[in-house]
C-alpha cells in the first residue's frame, strides 16, 4: 500500500475464480489486469472503503477490507488520482456513500437498483469524467465466443433470472455488432 494518507485512493484487487471470468469481460490486452474496483475514503474514525460486491454496495473499515482480501488470497493494488482528478474526490465520496445499501448487480447489466463494482465507482465520479465504463462483453476475448463462465451462470440462476437471459444476450449482440 501507498504510505501516503492524505488523499481518498482506488483500490483494486487482482483476478480468482469468477473473478476470471471478470477479467476477461473486461480486461485490456496488455493491460494490469483487476477484478475489483473500490474508493477508499478518510473519516473521523480512519480509513473505510466504499465498494460493491456480492454482498451489495456497502462501506467496509479499511482494517476489515483488507482481511477479507487475505483471506482471499487477493491483492491489493492501491492507485491515486492526478492533480487534476483530486477535485473529484469529495464529490463522489459523497455519491458513493448515497449509492450504499443496494444489492450486488449479478447479471451485470446496468440498471438502477444495484450495481457491480466498476458501476458503483464510475457512478461515483461520473459528475467529473474521471471514469469511463467498460461494458461487460462477456466473450472470451480468445474465441470471440460467449465464455462458457456466464453461460453457466445464466442457466443456473432462478426463473427470473432466466428471464432476463434474453435481453443479456440481445444486450451482448447489439454490443458486438456495435464494435
Known sequence: MCGKASRCRTCVTPSRGLSAAIDDATGKQGAPSFDHVALVASTPKGWEVLHADE??????????????????????????????????????????????????????????????????????????????????NFRNPQTVEIAQHWVDLYHVESAERLASLGQVIQMIREFSDFQ
Open 55 to 136: 454482498k451489495g454496495s456497502r462501506r467496509q473499515s479499511l482494517v476489515e477490507f483488507r482481511q477479507e482480501a487475505r483471506a482471499k488470497q487477493r491483492q491489493i493494488v492501491v492507485y491515486r488520482l492526478h492533480a487534476p482528478q483530486q477535485a473529484a474526490i469529495k464529490d463522489a465520496v459523497a455519491t458513493a456513500r448515497t449509492m450504499l445499501g443496494k444489492p450486488y448487480n449479478t447479471s451485470y447489466v446496468l440498471n438502477e437498483d444495484s450495481y457491480y463494482c466498476s458501476d458503483f465507482i464510475e457512478r461515483a465520479f461520473r459528475a467529473h469524467h474521471v471514469f469511463a465504463l467498460q461494458p461487460m
